[in-house]
């Protein structure tokens, strides 16, 4: 199956700070990403859609503001966690489409997840 | 109700057992679905992909889609301690790209 690259596997940071996470598929172009974010004993609940070139789509609920996307090529997307506090504390997973919309049932591949820590 | 409902167990079976895990969902017009194993602090990754109704296998695993009872399951034969992880039904529509996930059945296959 196709390869997605998520960086970094863990991060702490302190209360205020900001984070990037990078999310890279590697043997494939991927117009479309999504950011996950998963809780203990949890799903995984879609925070946003990234499309390369264009605004990310964000779910009800998740602030833009907060959790900044960028889509900047074909190959990676990127998620910020700015001004992180410890409720932002979890699991973050990127995945991609390995080609591109044709109709429904393309199959998602996820990174290895992130695992975020604010102290 | 959700959309997507699966047992989160735990589930915990013996070597060689066949393992049975299942979700069920409401929206009607979820037509591709898909199973994913979760090992721990690990990103999903993809077993099974079916569309529509029907059975599909793939070595020890087999996914059955029953539409008219909105009922998916994964069957695991000959399971394998190496198989012990969370498994994720997840399920879209046709023309939207957002996968619906269960919450995830923690599976533990005992030596």
């Known amino acids: 199956g196709a390869v997605v690259s998520q960086h970094p596997s863990r991060v702490i940071c302190k209360s205020g700070t900001s984070v990037k996470i990078e999310c890279r598929s590697l043997d494939f172009q991927a117009t479309t990403m999504f950011w996950y974010r998963q809780f203990p004993k949890q799903s995984l609940m879609l925070m946003a859609t990234s499309n390369e070139g264009s605004k990310a789509t964000y779910e009800q609920g998740v602030e833009k503001d907060k959790f900044l996307i960028n889509h900047a090529s074909l190959t990676l997307s990127t998620l910020t966690v700015t001004s992180a506090h410890p409720e932002d504390s979890s699991f973050y997973i990127c995945s991609a489409r390995d080609h591109p919309r044709q109709g429904a049932g393309t199959e998602a591949f996820f990174g290895q997840g992130t695992r975020l820590t604010v102290v | 109700q959700k959309e997507v409902e699966q047992d989160p167990g735990p589930l915990s079976v013996p070597e060689g057992a066949i393992v049975s895990l299942n979700c069920t969902y409401s929206?009607?017009?979820?037509?591709?679905f898909m199973w994913y194993r979760q090992y721990s602090r690990k990103g999903p990754e993809l077993l099974m992909y079916?569309?529509?109704?029907g059975n599909k296998e793939d070595g020890r695993f087999t996914a059955q889609v029953d539409k008219s009872s909105k009922y998916i399951s994964l069957f695991i034969r000959d399971s394998q301690p190496s198989d012990s992880a969370t498994y994720l039904c997840a399920m879209n529509q046709g023309g939207s790209e957002k996968l619906v996930f269960g919450k995830g059945t923690k599976l533990t296959v005992n030596p």
């Open positions: 079916t569309y529509s109704s």
């Open positions: 929206n009607s017009a979820f037509q591709y």
